[in-house]
């Protein structure tokens, strides 16, 4: 069955460090892979997305994350985090599992920054 | 920037009791989606709609569950009679196409007491 995994439950970065959130995915073929951020009480919105051509792509916000094909992963870095970042991390695919097109989510990561 | 808006933001019901939460699309999409996230749980999807008809739908997605699209804008789902564990957040998301990138709403937080 489809899944995506997302191993980190809770990460806690201090303010200017380096971020790296992981995704990993099960899928027979190269998905669409997505990230989404949640702040508390809002929605969902898009960070950035692969469909296909270069594997690393750039986001809003200063992210990027790097779509390995050999590794069923699509971790999202950033270089330097901001108070403002702490949210939850939602990585998502979009697949055709029975013809039709919809999102698997993981499970979230939850992102805290101390100051 | 067009996006997806959804009524009420919050609503509190009692068990039993029918809801029905509203979402207004990105105008000139085709494809609509409700996914729902129990709190502190991941995004689960709910149903797509197409072409006025469900594409497909979640095991989660029973009887008690109803989509229309009513008029060209607004796109709802009825929850018939809610229980206790429908208490979640419910997203609504429109494509242009079944293949692109889904823009989400904010999003109606739901509580049955």
């Known amino acids: ?115 | 920037e067009p996006e997806v808006t959804q009524t009420p933001s919050h609503q509190v019901t009692q068990m039993g009791q029918e809801v029905i939460l509203r979402c207004v699309p990105i105008s000139n999409h085709l494809y609509f989606y409700w996914y729902r996230q129990i709190l502190g749980q991941k995004v689960e999807f709910l149903v797509s709609f197409y072409n006025n008809e469900i594409s497909e739908k979640s095991e989660i997605f029973d009887d008690q569950f109803s989509v229309e699209r009513p008029d060209g804008s607004n796109f709802t789902l009825k929850i018939r009679s809610t229980k206790l564990e429908d208490s979640a957040m419910y997203f609504c998301a429109s494509t242009w196409t079944s293949d692109e990138t889904q823009y989400f709403g904010p999003g109606t937080r739901l509580l049955v007491l």
């Open chain 1, 1 to 115: 069955a489809q899944s995506v995994t997302q191993p980190d439950i809770h990460i806690t970065v201090s303010e200017g460090a380096s971020l790296e959130l992981r995704c990993n995915y099960s899928y027979g073929a190269t998905p669409y892979l997505f990230w989404y951020v949640q702040s508390p009480g809002q929605g969902l919105q898009l960070l950035l997305k692969y469909f296909s051509g270069d594997t690393l792509v750039q986001g809003i916000k200063g992210f990027e994350a790097e779509f390995k094909r050999s590794q069923s992963s699509f971790n999202l870095r950033k270089p330097s985090v901001h108070w403002s970042d702490a949210a939850e991390y939602f990585c998502a695919v979009g697949l055709f599992p029975s013809g039709t097109y919809k999102y698997i989510f993981g499970t979230g990561t939850r992102l805290k920054v101390l100051a």
